[in-house]
């Protein structure tokens, strides 16, 4: 394989110019095309990934399958926070509605290859790497996207129903749309100089 050669200025502008955007951002009813969904899951797949164990696993929720979702938990937040006294009806609401302002949903999974033998940080990190493949490539469309780890994630009754086993971990979720303004958030860094120290 010949040496690629890479636009440094663009590589630049898509890291410095990526955003999220959330729910109430999102324009509804207008979906995103699939074929630029699987060009973001294609992308993620190239994440660094030490003895090549690609730890990323991925469901994608859309059209009806995002009420699938929405009902799955909400339902399974009802029935925790009955058990804990802790029920609140706005809740239960908001994770039966947002799913379905969204065009996709992704939810990210760590698959862990035991055999391997490594840190689960390693893992950790290629997933993180892979969901940061797909926030540059879902901003170069110019799409609203996010990564929440709310709901289910922190669920242990939840790992069977997206096929995780006990040494598999849930990450989150990746919220994709068309974004309901043309306006794109200003980011916010303190300056790496303040983060950095230089041993020469």
């Known amino acids: 394989m010949e040496k690629p050669e890479f636009n440094i200025e663009e590589v630049n502008k898509i890291i410095r110019g990526r955003r999220s955007m959330f729910v109430a951002q999102f324009k509804e009813n207008d979906p995103v095309e699939d074929a630029v969904i699987q060009e973001m899951l294609e992308n993620a797949n190239w994440a660094p990934t030490h003895k090549l164990t690609e730890p990323w696993s991925f469901t994608v929720f859309s059209g ?7 009902d799955f938990q909400a339902e399974l937040y009802k029935e925790r926070a009955t058990k804990n006294g802790n029920f609140i009806e706005a809740t239960y609401n908001k994770f039966k509605e947002n799913p379905l302002k969204a065009s996709h ?6 698959k862990r290859d035991l055999k391997a033998n ?12 892979a969901v ?3 926030y540059l490539t879902a901003s170069a469309h110019g799409l609203a996207a996010y990564w ?4 289910p994630t922190f669920w242990p009754e939840a ?10 971990m849930l990450m989150g979720f990746f919220y994709v749309a068309k974004p309901a303004t043309d ?11 303040e983060k950095v120290e230089w041993v020469r």
């Open 64 to 70: 009806e399958g995002l009420k699938k979702f929405a």
């Open 105 to 110: 949903i992704i939810a990210i999974k760590l």
């Open 118 to 129: 490594l840190p689960v940080m390693e893992e950790i990190a290629a997933v993180s790497m």
């Open 132 to 134: 940061q493949n797909m």
């Open 148 to 151: 929440g780890t709310g709901g």
């Open 159 to 168: 790992k069977s129903w997206f096929g995780l086993e006990e040494e598999d």
């Open 183 to 193: 306006r794109w958030p200003l980011g916010r860094r303190k300056p790496i100089e």
